[in-house]
């Protein structure tokens, strides 16, 4: 399934990582301390949407199922040399986007690695890690590249070692892969590299509950929390986005019931939890969608990058799907709660016939009419 969002987690030592990935994944600390230091643990997120909830009111399925987002939990290696053996390439070679979870929360009882708290320092170090990774891997790629040149000359070699080359010289410059505009072709042979420097990058800053709750609308907050942080330069980059959160206070809210959990995060200032923030903002840095199937058996959401075409979407569901693929059948979300009921939008005629081609829309509900 190429719609599953795969997120690593990365940071420097008792940054948060851990904290997040529970309230991520509702993992509980038991099932983590089953697993050794320096193994990767995979949890899975389920994405909160308003809009399942309300089909799922309308509907009353046997089975409510949430997009997901898969997140890798690791330990930081370098836990006392700074950011060196931050990175593991081979644990986040798979991901779709990096979170880096980035420590701004004062606590004199958990020392920094660093020696002090300096989020803007930590960011570009493990920028620099990054970076540096990358290099090593171009590096290599370009002596074979040069290698197999030499044997025999071919254009599609000959392309791969410019853009190669061209990547090289954005590294030496300290320029992570994110920020050049490669197109089409160059950038699916960037993909099958998995630069790490590459890869979307989510800066999760992990704040002191008092800079969390220090009033205002949260976009305001992550504001100022980046520029106090000496972020903002940094968040200016392509392919770079940045979300506040207290992951400690926040996981503890998260393990309240419904009602006080809410009480509690409006005290915060904030209306909506640590994980439907930081999933919103996975979700906007990738440009995925979410697209729906309903009926009585299940109503279910599934998550595709924005200009998905219809076929596409249908492979998400089961390739048979994709490749006996007639019509797909769709309805805005909005007409659907507009009139309250399928059949007085197919009254109206607003449950429309779509093709192959057809470009998948956030927020629409689709019924895939294939031949098997
Ligand atoms: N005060 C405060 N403490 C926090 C916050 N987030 C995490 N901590 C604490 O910091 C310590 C380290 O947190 P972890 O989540 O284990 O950090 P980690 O990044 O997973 O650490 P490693 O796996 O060792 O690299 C724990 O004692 C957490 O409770 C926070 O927002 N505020
Ligand atoms: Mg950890």
Same mark, same amino acid.
């Given at each position: 399934?190429?719609?599953?969002?795969?997120?690593?987690?990365?940071?420097?030592?008792?940054?948060?990582? $851990?904290?997040?990935?529970?309230?991520?994944? %509702?993992?509980?600390?038991?099932?983590?301390?089953?697993?050794?230091?320096?193994?990767?643990?995979?949890?899975?997120?389920?994405?909160? #949407?308003?809009? !399942?909830?309300?089909?799922?009111?309308?509907?009353?399925?046997?089975?409510?199922?949430?997009?997901?987002? +898969?997140? $890798?939990?690791?330990?930081?290696?370098?836990?006392?040399?700074?950011?060196?053996?931050?990175?593991?390439?081979?644990?986040?070679?798979?991901?779709?986007?990096?979170?880096?979870?980035?420590?701004?929360?004062? =606590?004199?009882?958990?020392?920094?690695?660093?020696?002090?708290?300096?989020?803007? /320092?930590?960011?570009?170090?493990?920028?620099?890690?990054?970076?540096?990774? =990358?290099?090593?891997?171009?590096?290599?790629?370009?002596?074979?590249?040069?290698?197999?040149?030499?044997?025999?000359?071919?254009?599609?070699?000959?392309?791969?070692?410019?853009?190669?080359?061209?990547?090289?010289?954005?590294?030496?410059?300290?320029?992570?892969?994110?920020?050049?505009?490669?197109?089409? +072709? #160059? !950038?699916?042979?960037?993909?099958?590299?998995? *630069?790490?420097?590459?890869?979307?990058?989510?800066?999760?800053?992990?704040?002191?509950?008092?800079?969390?709750?220090?009033?205002?609308?949260?976009?305001?907050?992550?504001?100022?929390? %980046?520029?106090?942080?000496?972020?903002?330069?940094?968040?200016?980059?392509?392919?770079?986005?940045?979300?506040?959160?207290?992951?400690?206070?926040?996981? +503890?809210?998260?393990?309240?019931?419904?009602?006080?959990?809410?009480?509690?995060?409006?005290?915060?200032?904030?209306?909506?939890?640590?994980?439907?923030?930081?999933?919103?903002? %996975?979700?906007?840095?990738?440009?995925?969608?979410?697209?729906?199937?309903?009926?009585?058996?299940?109503?279910?959401?599934?998550?595709?990058?924005?200009?998905? $075409?219809?076929? !596409?979407?249908?492979?998400?569901?089961?390739?048979?799907?994709? /490749?006996?693929?007639?019509?797909?059948?769709?309805?805005?979300?909005?007409?659907?709660?507009?009139?309250?009921?399928?059949?007085?939008?197919?009254?109206?005629?607003?449950?429309?016939?779509?093709?192959?081609?057809?470009?998948?829309?956030?927020?629409?509900?689709?019924?895939?009419? *294939?031949?098997?």
């Amino acid at each position: 399934m190429q719609g599953l969002l795969r997120a690593a987690l990365i940071g420097f030592a008792s940054s948060g990582k $851990t904290t997040l990935f529970q309230l991520m994944t %509702s993992a509980r600390e038991t099932a983590r301390a089953a697993h050794g230091k320096g193994e990767a643990v995979i949890g899975i997120s389920k994405v909160p #949407d308003a809009r !399942l909830d309300r089909l799922t009111a309308m509907y009353n399925p046997k089975k409510r199922v949430p997009a997901t987002v +898969e997140f $890798t939990d690791l330990a930081a290696a370098g836990a006392s040399g700074g950011a060196q053996g931050l990175v593991d390439v081979a644990a986040y070679k798979n991901a779709d986007a990096l979170v880096h979870v980035l420590r701004a929360f004062h =606590d004199p009882a958990i020392p920094h690695a660093s020696g002090s708290i300096d989020p803007a /320092r930590d960011a570009q170090a493990m920028e620099d890690e990054l970076i540096l990774a =990358d290099l090593g891997v171009a590096e290599r790629r370009l002596e074979r590249l040069e290698r197999d040149l030499k044997k025999g000359r071919s254009p599609e070699l000959e392309r791969e070692r410019d853009v190669v080359t061209i990547c090289k010289a954005a590294l030496e410059e300290g320029r992570p892969l994110r920020s050049l505009e490669l197109k089409g +072709e #160059d !950038l699916k042979r960037l993909r099958g590299f998995q *630069f790490l420097s590459a890869k979307p990058l989510l800066i999760v800053i992990n704040l002191d509950e008092t800079q969390l709750s220090a009033g205002g609308e949260a976009a305001t907050r992550i504001d100022r929390a %980046s520029e106090a942080a000496g972020l903002t330069s940094f968040l200016s980059r392509a392919g770079t986005a940045a979300v506040a959160v207290c992951a400690k206070i926040e996981l +503890e809210i998260a393990q309240l019931e419904a009602a006080d959990a809410s009480a509690f995060l409006a005290d915060l200032g904030l209306k909506e939890s640590g994980l439907d923030r930081v999933i919103r903002a %996975s979700y906007d840095l990738l440009g995925y969608i979410s697209f729906f199937t309903v009926g009585e058996d299940e109503c279910r959401a599934w998550s595709i990058p924005r200009h998905t $075409t219809a076929q !596409l979407a249908a492979s998400e569901i089961h390739s048979d799907i994709a /490749r006996g693929f007639i019509r797909a059948e769709v309805v805005s979300y909005d007409h659907l709660m507009a009139r309250g009921a399928m059949a007085a939008c197919r009254d109206h005629g607003e449950v429309r016939l779509e093709g192959k081609e057809y470009v998948v829309q956030d927020g629409d509900i689709i019924n895939f009419r *294939f031949a098997t």
